[in-house]
T-cell receptor, first 113, second 116 residues
Framework: GENVEQHPSTLSVQEGDSAVIKCTYSDSASNYFPWYKQELGKRPQLIIDIRSNVGEKKDQRIAVTLNKTAKHFSLHITETQPEDSAVYFCAAMGTGTASKLTFGTGTRLQVTL | DTEVTQTPKHLVMGMTNKKSLKCEQHMGHRAMYWYKQKAKKPPELMFVYSYEKLSINESVPSRFSPECPNSSLLNLHLHALQPEDSALYLC???????????????FGEGSRLTVL
């Protein structure tokens, strides 16, 4: 089955700096890569996603890049703000009779003033 | 309406109790999911229903029994649970669970279960 690795497990940045979180996946058939933000006690919320036919996608301060050859994808957050502090999960989903979303282990992002 | 609604938000039960978690969506999604999330861990898939049929059971113990009465509802029946089953149980839905792209997963707020 799919295996998703995520690094780093914790990340501390100063407000205004950029943050980068990286993930690798194992199943070359995976074709959908969402990123979720989860605040303490809340549900995972989709912040950006990318499909395998696209190499990069941007939404305001958030961008995701995908390298299908190397089987890795990254989340970039620019001009970080304290409200960006949360746990971020990458995930990968393949095709088939029942698509499964496999999550990475999570990155705890702390944005300090 | 892009909401997945889960009830109850909190549940405390003893090891001999029988209880149920409920999930509802009205987005016309034909795939529904149960995930279990322990503290500081990612969500782990338990079950997938596609067109009201169970399509994936991730080797979940039989003390967890899923049910999909119709395309909008998903239940998780709990019986004889163990303290280690205490976790946040997340329901999710997507347009479908097969084909080239299942669509974005929408998560409910979760039911926080404590087993005493």
């Amino acid at each position: 089955g799919e295996n998703v690795e995520q690094h780093p497990s914790t990340l501390s940045v100063q407000e205004g700096d950029s943050a980068v979180i990286k993930c690798t996946y194992s199943d070359s058939a995976s074709n959908y890569f969402p990123w979720y933000k989860q605040e303490l006690g809340k549900r995972p919320q989709l912040i950006i996603d990318i499909r395998s036919n696209v190499g990069e996608k941007k939404d305001q301060r958030i961008a995701v890049t995908l390298n299908k050859t190397a089987k890795h994808f990254s989340l970039h957050i620019t001009e970080t703000q304290p409200e960006d502090s949360a746990v971020y999960f990458c995930a990968a989903m393949g095709t088939g009779t029942a698509s499964k979303l496999t999550f990475g282990t999570g990155t705890r992002l702390q944005v300090t003033l | 309406d892009t909401e997945v609604t889960q009830t109850p938000k909190h549940l405390v039960m003893g090891m001999t109790n029988k209880k149920s978690l409920k999930c509802e969506q009205h987005m016309g999604h034909r795939a529904m999911y149960w995930y279990k999330q322990k503290a500081k861990k990612p969500p782990e898939l338990m079950f997938v229903y596609s067109y009201e049929k169970l399509s994936i059971n991730e080797s979940v113990p039989s003390r967890f029994s899923p049910e999909c009465p119709n395309s909008s509802l998903l239940n998780l029946h709990l019986h004889a649970l163990q303290p280690e089953d205490s976790a946040l149980y997340l329901c999710a839905s997507s347009q479908r669970a097969s084909g080239s792209f299942a669509g974005e997963l929408f998560f409910g707020e979760g039911s926080r279960l404590t087993v005493l």
